[in-house]
């Protein structure tokens, strides 16, 4: 059975940082494109970053600057480490885990930001 497991999200004032980790089980990790998509109150859910498998990344220009995302296969786990957080920034925020023939999605974890 697949799973991606988010945690790291929390309440956060503005410019603090939050350290987001994905843990995938039940897939071969390294074949697997992964990403961060964020759904926020009323909006359509977001791309935020993606890693390939060659690890190349991509970023949406609101985070650009700000987010960086990484992986490590021997831990099967992506990372989204957030600083200089805005409350723009504030929604839940997706792990997704893509290859060519299939893909999945976790369950979330909520990111705030206020003061």
């Known amino acids: 059975q697949v799973q991606l497991v988010e945690s790291g999200g929390g309440l956060v004032q503005p410019g603090g940082s939050l350290r987001l980790s994905c843990a995938a089980s039940?897939?071969?990790?390294?074949?697997?494109?992964m990403g961060w998509y964020r759904q926020a109150p009323g909006k359509q859910r977001e791309l935020v970053a993606a890693?390939?498998?060659?690890?190349?990344?991509n970023y949406a220009d609101s985070v650009k600057g700000r987010f960086t995302i990484s992986r490590d296969n021997a831990k099967n786990t992506v990372f989204l480490q957030m600083n200089s957080l805005k409350p723009e920034d504030t929604a839940v925020y997706y792990c997704?885990?893509?290859?060519?023939?299939?893909?999945?999605w976790g369950q979330g974890t909520q990111v705030t930001i206020s003061s």
């Open positions: 039940g897939i071969i990790f390294s074949i697997y494109d």
């Open positions: 890693i390939i498998i060659g690890g190349s990344t």
């Open positions: 997704y885990a893509h290859s060519r023939l299939t893909s999945h």
